[in-house]
């Protein structure tokens, strides 16, 4: 941190500032789904003007889909009341037009020339922001607050490996993309909304395993944390491994670990907060308080990636 010429604090250093400057964005691998995709984004960036700037395009992605998580939060403030049919296809809807905005806006700058890291950090904040949302808003279409443990649950796991993507970009340089990865993960949520508009969210409750008491809510549950601990893995893996740096540090020389104390902290802190809270917020508001959880989630990752960058 730097004092500014008026005394207040600078967020970056003059060399911080310099190598954010410098940030070249980096990334290895392609999932399952964005081969196809790919061909879809690179034919509709052709019809946007050139006169728009490509963050007009990422925060018409972020606006988007917070509104329509707002109206599903409107009629469904606790995550368990039944929402009308067309909420749950306008989240859907806006979703898919979220994911299309967000892969073609780094298409357009360069197709624009205008390409900065500013852009690219822009970018990731406006991913974060919006994952507080719509991580939550799959949740109200499920019925989760029906059952704050499966909610909790699902919200945090997902909050935890974007942060954790973020995390291994952090200390290797290069954002890697698996051939599962957050493009399904975006296809998969969308696809929830869309079942909950066509066939209601109580389709979330039909039993599959009847004689084991496991419905499709827990089922879908069970995947996500199945995924979510194959990223802690990975990460881990690259922990141990150690970064590019002096001594097995990050590609900046700085600590491997450090990035996972905020996270920690935050998930401790609502493992508290749901077990032994008097008030029992988490149980009594879930989408009220698993907000806080998600901005305070998307701050950390901002964090991370201004760090990464700088």
Known sequence: MASSPEGSVAPLTNAQLKNLESHKYSCAGKSLAEWPLQYFWNWLVQFVP????????????????TLSTLVLFYYSPHASEEAPSWVYLLCGVSFFVYQALDAIDGKHARRTDSSTPLGELFDHGCDSVSLAFVGLAVPCSMQLGAYPHYLIIYYLATLVVFYCAHWRTYICGTLEFSFIDVTEAQLAMIIVHLISGIYGPGIWRVMVLSS??????????????????????????????????????????????????????????ANYTYSSSPAQILQTQPVVAGLLYGIVFAKLTINLVVAHMS
């Open 50 to 65: 050139t006169s728009i700037a490509p963050n007009t395009l990422t925060v018409a992605g972020l606006a988007l889909n």
């Open 212 to 269: 084991w008491g496991i419905d499709v809510q827990l089922l879908l549950l069970s995947v996500t944390v199945i995924a979510v601990s194959i990223s802690v893995v990975q990460s881990l893996q690259i922990v141990v491994e150690g970064g590019p740096g002096k001594n097995g540090s990050t590609i900046a020389e700085t600590s491997v670990l450090s990035p996972s104390i905020p996270m920690l902290l935050v998930v401790a802190f």
